[in-house]
């Protein structure tokens, strides 16, 4: 009788488990785990072997004692990272989903949580400033956060005054002004560390996640911003630290 009704229980954490690995496998936004690498970091299409394999939704344990572990995990660290949401220990559920997603890649509740979290980050603080082109790298006032995203956008026009004498031959850009469109809006994070700083391309929009901790800087890509006119307006959102 005792064995009968082990069984059972057994038999029903398993249907429980492969009827959430249904939900796992029709999840939105999932992603194929299985893609190889190509030369640029991205992933290539899968084969048909890997496309049906990813069709079938993630591996089950065989072991009906360990299925039970798998869900038990689920349902406790889900518990968990909702307790964190409410006491805004953002970070820690964070954490959670993620370790959530590395035994379950495709669960919708972590899935879902995680965009969620995304978003609140990325409106989190807002800020709005001019960029003059008269100037050089300007101040915006934010302390960049190491993971954390910003998003800018760019309203307005300025001019980009050149005037040169010149010969026969014209001018030749200099090489620290090739990289990017001269009058572009660019930015960069000042650590502090010169040798750390690099300008970054920002134009009408830009959203990235910052890969250090320091000053966020805007201007006007130019050598020289003297004989310049006008401003754009920047528009700051996301997760930093105001100065």
Known sequence: MLVNQSWRIAGGLAVALLATAALWAQAP????PQGSQNQQG?????????????DQGPQLPDD???????LDFVNKAEKLAVEYERNDETEKARVVYQEILKLVPR?????????KLTQAEATAEKKSMDVLATKSWQQTGIRTIVGK????????????NMSYALGPDGMVIPEELRDYNLGALVAGID???PEEFEP????????????????????????????NAGRLRVNISGTFEKN
Do not use: C
Request: glycine letters at 10%.
């Open 29 to 32: 936004g999932s992603q194929n």
């Open 42 to 54: 991205g992933r290539n299409q899968p084969n048909d072997e890997e496309a049906e394999e990813e």
């Open 64 to 70: 009906q004692r360990l299925l039970k572990l798998h």
């Open 107 to 115: 669960y919708p509740k972590a899935l879902a949580a995680l965009e």
């Open 149 to 160: 995203p910003i998003r800018l956008t760019v309203e307005g026009t300025w001019t980009l």
């Open 191 to 193: 650590t502090g560390d």
């Open 200 to 227: 970054f391309l920002v134009g009408s929009e830009l959203e990235f996640t910052a890969d250090r901790e320091g000053a966020l800087v805007l201007g006007m890509w130019d050598d020289n911003h003297s004989d």
